[in-house]
């Protein structure tokens, strides 16, 4: 890598081991500086400050940044809606549970609004509407963006909660027992959905919409 490239992921470093140690309330440009033994004036001419920098951090990470082209595989054009919901829950599960730092950001976005976490807030919302906008319109039964984001909510509360608490309503958030039963729970859920949200993969479903427009249009 060149010079400044090796500069550049230093920083970064810096970054994700004082969010693991001390949390997002302890991050600052002059902390995360002093610990990749650089200047201060590097962050900004590299990452235009603190903002730019956990945004830089988050691309890999995140997943809604990570996964911003998952909806246009081939594997998942052939999974259906439900199973599709199922994955990205049983994902963000996993990369939080597996990722100290990122799920410090997150706590810290849940009880504190500054810039940094407007942006990134910001950039999720926007990714994550690519998701969530390819769903809806397969149906009518169901407003698909409530019915995920409440699915999406619960998920992402007990992982961070796990943190601090070993038990919810009396469901274990540590223990591979007690996420079997939460998983029971979510699958429970998505059979609220209608049928064919449950038996065609999303391929099939947007070739019967397109098909069905097109009649529509020809009968206009």
Not at 170 to 180: A, F, K, Q
């Amino acid at each position: 890598m060149s010079r400044r490239k090796n500069t550049e992921q230093a920083i970064l470093n810096a970054l994700e081991a004082q969010l693991t140690e001390g949390g997002m309330q302890s991050v600052g440009v002059n902390v995360v500086a002093k610990r990749a033994e650089v200047s201060k004036e590097l962050i900004y001419r590299y990452f235009d400050g603190l903002p730019g920098l956990m945004l830089a951090w988050m691309q890999g990470r995140d997943y809604w940044s990570s996964k911003a082209g998952m909806l246009g595989s081939e594997d998942t054009s052939n999974l259906t809606p439900a199973a599709l919901i199922r994955a990205m829950l049983r994902e963000q599960e996993a990369v939080l549970a597996n990722d100290q730092a990122l799920a410090a950001v997150r706590r810290w976005e849940l009880i504190e609004r500054t810039e940094v976490g407007d942006r990134l807030r910001e950039r999720r919302e926007r990714e994550a509407r690519t998701f969530i906008n390819r769903l809806d319109g397969l149906t009518d039964d169901v407003d698909m963006p409530a019915f995920v984001s409440v699915l999406l909510a619960g998920i992402l509360y007990l992982s961070l909660r796990a943190k601090t608490e070993d038990v919810f309503l009396g469901v274990p958030l540590r223990t591979e027992e007690g996420w079997e039963r939460i998983w029971s729970a979510v699958d429970l859920m998505l059979t609220a959905l209608p049928e064919d949200l449950r038996a065609e993969s999303l391929r099939a479903l947007e070739r019967a919409d397109a098909e069905a427009t097109d009649k529509r249009g020809a009968t206009e």
